[in-house]
């Protein structure tokens, strides 16, 4: 792992300095070698490619993965703060597309208790 590492790692191809962006490097190295199950590659981009990702996903590792240093994310921070997001929409996606389920019982309370038996109902409850 640490040779194919050594052998495909741009930073370390053209000799630069190795810094946070080749940490951001690395991270989507790994996201990608996951998503694939595929140790081996030294292809990442059109392993993306391969994957159904949503677009925005697809977009972030292939940043995360240009050979320019300074086209990559500025900080982990702002690789967390893009994952987050996506995470935050697909989840609304996915909510969007549940059956409407009926309120839960709880939810029911306030009317319970604006009735005249509202201690027996609540008791039953």
Known sequence: MLKNLLDCHPDIINQRPLDYRSDIWSLAKIFV?????????????????DLELPSELNVLLKVMLADDPDMRPRSMAEVAESLDKIKKVEAEKIEENLPHRSKPRYARLPDLIKSSNCWRQLLLY
Not at 36 to 42: F, G, I, N, Q, S
């Open 33 to 49: 070698e996951l998503l694939t199950a595929d140790l081996e590659t030294r292809e990442f981009l059109p392993k993306i490619d």
